[in-house]
């Protein structure tokens, strides 16, 4: 059985989502003065081949500033615009009544924050502790192989040339990702992200409740078929009590050493399984304290939170 009681590493989901501007240098600098073990973040492509620090593929309206203003949607694509007119935006303030604002409630407004790049996450890595984890996820729209592709690409160049290549942990929920990198760097620190398995399983029992042509339709379909994310690394060739079994095992025939796991699909079934595969646990996303008492009772090496201060704190 997985070991209990340990003390998980504390990871700041964002920089810490629900404390400050997500993604942003500001929230990296504040969440590393906290003293965190790692920070969590998205890496996209720009449209001229930068690696840029940021979540949705689309600009958030409801987080994002142009001259003092808020967008309105339709948005356009993080990977049409270039680094220079990404960095005109101001992500540092959410809009008042919206959505958005009402999840973050409480959430720090640092005006004038940018859309940073990897190159600069990398500079402030520099003042960390030797063994502090930056886990880099890197963002596709899960479908195109092209983009993929080049966004796997472009970070591995990167990594040879940065000063901390030692303290990235590569995650992602498109495999074809991860397993790129680690072709280029075989001892790649890496976990395997997975959406919540009843997400994925076509024969769970909530598919009876899926609209036709919904997301969740559409999300079941594509994994019954061997969807594109999980590139060369097949469930459906797995054998296992259930869909998440035959899901870890297939990280493992594929050769990998991490899972990057929906909180939810944290059971000590699962955490017992992931243990005698051999696989290192960490737990997205996690921002009530009994959940994240529960995930350290259940041997869960790292735990992934919007609030990294409850977590400090337990």
């Known amino acids: 059985m997985p070991q209990t009681g340990a003390k998980p590493l504390t990871i700041a989901h964002r920089g810490g989502a629900d404390l400050w501007p997500e993604n942003t240098l500001e929230a990296f600098e504040k969440a590393i003065a906290l003293g965190v073990d790692g920070i969590e973040f998205d890496v996209q492509l720009s449209a001229d081949g930068h690696l840029v620090i940021h979540h949705d593929g689309r600009l958030k309206p409801a987080a994002t500033r142009l001259g003092g203003v808020f967008l309105t949607k339709p948005t356009p694509p993080i990977n049409s615009l270039s680094l220079a007119a990404l960095q005109q935006y101001d992500v540092g303030r959410l809009a008042d009544g919206s959505d958005y604002a009402?999840?973050?409630?409480?959430?720090?407004?640092?005006?004038?924050?940018?859309?940073?790049t990897l190159a600069d996450f990398e500079r402030l890595l520099t003042q960390t502790k030797p063994d502090f984890r930056a886990y880099t996820e890197l963002k596709t729209d899960m479908v195109d192989a092209g983009q993929a592709e080049a966004l796997a690409a472009a970070y591995i160049d990167a990594l040879k040339t940065a000063p901390n290549a030692d303290k990235h942990l590569i995650v992602s929920f498109d495999w074809r990702t991860i397993n790129a990198v680690?072709?280029?760097?075989?001892?790649?620190?890496?976990?395997?992200t997975t959406m919540g398995f009843a997400e994925t399983d076509p024969d769970h029992a909530s598919a009876a409740q899926d609209k036709p042509d919904s997301m969740a339709a559409r999300l079941r379909a594509a994994s019954?078929?061997?969807?594109?994310?999980?590139?060369d690394m097949d469930w459906r060739d797995m054998e296992g009590a259930d869909h998440g079994a035959?899901?870890?095992?297939?990280?493992?025939?594929?050769g990998g050493t991490g899972w990057f796991a929906d909180a939810q699909d944290v059971t000590p079934d699962n955490m017992a399984l992931a243990h005698d595969l051999g696989l290192s646990v960490s737990a997205w996303t996690v921002n009530q304290a009994a959940q994240m008492r529960q995930m350290a009772q259940l041997g869960v090496g790292a735990i992934i939170t919007d609030r990294p201060d409850i977590l400090q704190k337990l």
């Open 182 to 192: 680690r072709a280029a760097f075989p001892d790649m620190p890496h976990a395997y």
């Open 224 to 231: 019954k078929n061997g969807a594109l994310w999980w590139g």
């Open 102 to 116: 009402a999840r973050r409630r409480g959430r720090a407004h640092i005006d004038g924050a940018r859309i940073p």
């Open 246 to 254: 035959r899901v870890l095992r297939a990280i493992k025939a594929g």
